[in-house]
């Protein structure tokens, strides 16, 4: 399997991203591109949630 290994902006470890994958395509047109593991992004869009929600109250 193609992959590329790349290193998280916001935990600083490294993790690879699979061919046919969105960050793939992304990270193959621009390398330069920094970018979050799956774990990040999950706390994101979690902590986005709540706060959306919390706004709404």
Known sequence: MIYYETTCICCKRQFKLLEGTRKYQLYKVNR??????????????????????????
Not at 32 to 57: G, Y
């Open 32 to 57: 330069q591109r920094r970018l979050t593991c799956e774990h990040c992004d999950q706390k994101i869009h979690a902590e986005a949630r709540k706060s959306l929600l919390s706004k709404l109250n």
